[in-house]
Nanobody, 118 residues
Framework: QVLLAESGGGLVQPGGSLTLPCSTSLNISRASMGWFRQAPENGRERELFARITSLEATIYADSVKGRFTVSRDNAKKSVYLQMNSLRSEDTAYYC????????????WGQGTQVTVSS
């Protein structure tokens, strides 16, 4: 049973933009929603690079500040990652939910692959 689903991945040219939606059937209004990425050179390690809290405070890693924007729509039970000025890489992006409906445990989506290449 898939509870959290990312979409929107694909191939994009360097400098391009892409938006990744993440949707769920759960009520996300009290959850902190995060975006992680997993690059092949990092093995199975996932790096948190953007998070939006239930109060809509946002936190970004230095590597994406000014380029990426995370937002949420609680009515649509969705969170979005707007990525601009993408750099050449091949990375899997994962959505993450943490809150009372996940029993305060990390809940993951299945991931979506983004390849930035010319």
């Amino acid at each position: 049973q898939v509870l959290l689903a990312e979409s929107g991945g694909g191939l994009v040219q360097p400098g391009g933009s892409l938006t990744l939606p993440c949707s769920t059937s759960l009520n996300i209004s009290r959850a902190s929603m995060g975006w992680f990425r997993q690059a092949p050179e990092n093995g199975r390690e996932r790096e948190l690079f953007a998070r939006i809290t239930s109060l809509e405070a946002t936190i970004y890693a230095d590597s994406v500040k000014g380029r990426f924007t995370v937002s949420r729509d609680n009515a649509k039970k969705s969170v979005y990652l707007q990525m601009n000025s993408l750099r050449s890489e091949d990375t899997a992006y994962y959505c993450n939910m943490f809150g009372p409906l996940t029993n305060w445990k990390q809940m993951w989506g299945q991931g979506t692959q983004v390849t930035v290449s010319s």
